[in-house]
């Protein structure tokens, strides 16, 4: 029994068309770097300048600490970035952070990515991301 070549062929990429589409990383999804950057930004300008977190960045060059965060959250959300900082747990380790801190954190990078159109999924997607980090950024 011969194939006919003029029918395998067209079945065969009939299979290629089928394959679905891998899904984008939540680091695209986000809007990449330039949304991330974004959103660290604001979050630790607002959070530098509350009077309940702000003795926590006293002394803190913020230019290094933006960057810091977002080539965290990239690597997090599976961007190509490096991180490059400390743990969580030794980075936060002698500046007493109190979980109605780390709310307050958690609470204004919800704001800023609901204000800057990050959808419902990809903001909960990031929040579980780091949700377990609480135990070790907490101290107090």
């Given at each position: 029994?011969?194939?006919?070549?003029?029918m395998?062929i067209?079945?065969?990429?009939?299979?290629?068309?089928?394959?679905?589409?891998?899904?984008?990383?939540l680091?695209q999804?986000?809007?990449?770097?330039p949304?991330?950057?974004?959103?660290?930004?604001?979050?630790?300008?607002?959070?530098?300048?509350?009077?309940?977190?702000?003795?926590?960045f006293?002394?803190?060059k913020?230019?290094?600490?933006?960057e810091?965060?977002?080539?965290?959250?990239?690597?997090?959300?599976?961007?190509?970035?490096?991180y490059?900082?400390?743990?969580?747990?030794?980075?936060?380790?002698?500046l007493?952070?109190?979980?109605?801190?780390?709310?307050?954190?958690?609470?204004?990078?919800?704001?800023?990515?609901?204000v800057?159109?990050?959808?419902?999924?990809?903001?909960?997607?990031?929040l579980?991301?780091?949700a377990?980090?609480k135990?070790?950024?907490?101290t107090?």
């Amino acid at each position: 029994m011969r194939f006919n070549t003029m029918m395998v062929i067209p079945l065969f990429c009939l299979g290629c068309m089928m394959q679905p589409k891998p899904e984008a990383s939540l680091y695209q999804r986000i809007g990449g770097l330039p949304m991330l950057t974004r959103i660290s930004n604001q979050t630790l300008d607002i959070v530098s300048k509350d009077p309940k977190t702000s003795r926590s960045f006293e002394g803190v060059k913020m230019k290094i600490l933006k960057e810091s965060l977002t080539n965290f959250l990239c690597v997090k959300t599976g961007g190509d970035c490096v991180y490059e900082g400390e743990t969580m747990h030794k980075s936060h380790a002698d500046l007493h952070i109190t979980t109605a801190d780390f709310e307050l954190m958690v609470d204004v990078l919800r704001e800023r990515l609901d204000v800057n159109g990050v959808g419902t999924r990809e903001k909960n997607e990031l929040l579980k991301i780091l949700a377990p980090m609480k135990r070790e950024i907490v101290t107090n």
